[in-house]
T-cell receptor, first 109, second 112 residues
Framework: GDQVEQSPSALSLHEGTGSALRCNFT?????VQWFRKNSRGSLINLFY???GTKENGRLKSAFDSKERYSTLHIRDAQLEDSGTYFC???????????FGTGTTVSVSP | DPKIIQKPKYLVAVTGSEKILICEQYLGHNAMYWYRQSAKKPLEFMFSYSYQKLMDNQTASSRFQPQSSKKNHLDLQITALKPDDSATYFC???????????FGAGTRLSVL
């Protein structure tokens, strides 16, 4: 079946640095969403992309349907960026979202 | 204030019993969903509803029955509970089926 492979599973960053999370898809996906789990367990939507790139503050996401991947870049990491990030993709044929396994980001001083 | 309310936050049940998980959204959305996250597994889609009609069902077991009494409600009834049903169940909504999802805080269910 359709799958989403998210990496890395854990990421440690120092304040002010940056890195990228990546999701690879086994088939062509129609769109991708990125979420962060907040302290109450809710999943907060960060980005929704059907193509191209979007930027919001220190976060930037890209989605390439043809190459079957999406990325989430964090720059100038801050302590409040710590949390678990998920990507989720919509397959071409279905309405269901397929989630990655998550990346736990830890930002330290 | 949370716009998607899930109740209860924690739920403990005995094997074989029946429980109802409550979800209400105050975002004016037309589509609602249930997802499940079991330990060490990715979040898993269960159901989607649009205008109170079932649109997609990826749950193999008929023990899971969504109930939509009002447009902004989508409860989840689970019968004949099993320990494997232990998971956090997330409700979500979106303006329409293919729009951005917004999630509730989840109900953590433990079946003993």
């Amino acid at each position: 079946g359709d799958q989403v492979e998210q990496s890395p599973s854990a990421l440690s960053l120092h304040e002010g640095t940056g890195s990228a999370l990546r999701c690879n898809f086994t088939t062509t996906m129609r769109a991708v969403q990125w979420f962060r789990k907040n302290s109450r367990g809710s999943l907060i939507n960060l980005f929704y992309l059907a193509s191209g790139t979007k930027e919001n503050g220190r976060l930037k996401s890209a989605f390439d349907s043809k190459e079957r991947y999406s990325t989430l870049h964090i720059r100038d990491a801050q302590l409040e960026d710590s949390g678990t990030y998920f990507c989720a993709a919509e397959s071409q044929g279905g309405r269901a979202l397929i989630f990655g396994t998550g990346t736990t980001v830890s930002v330290s001083p | 204030d949370p716009k998607i309310i899930q109740k209860p936050k924690y739920l403990v049940a005995v094997t074989g019993s029946e429980k109802i998980l409550i979800c209400e959204q105050y975002l004016g959305h037309n589509a609602m969903y249930w997802y499940r996250q079991s330990a060490k597994k990715p979040l898993e889609f269960m159901f989607s509803y649009s205008y109170q009609k079932l649109m997609d069902n990826q749950t193999a077991s008929s023990r899971f029955q969504p109930q939509s009494s009002k447009k902004n409600h989508l409860d989840l009834q689970i019968t004949a509970l099993k320990p494997d049903d232990s998971a956090t169940y997330f409700c979500a909504s979106s303006q329409e089926l293919e729009n951005t999802l917004y999630f509730g805080a989840g109900t953590r269910l433990s079946v003993l």
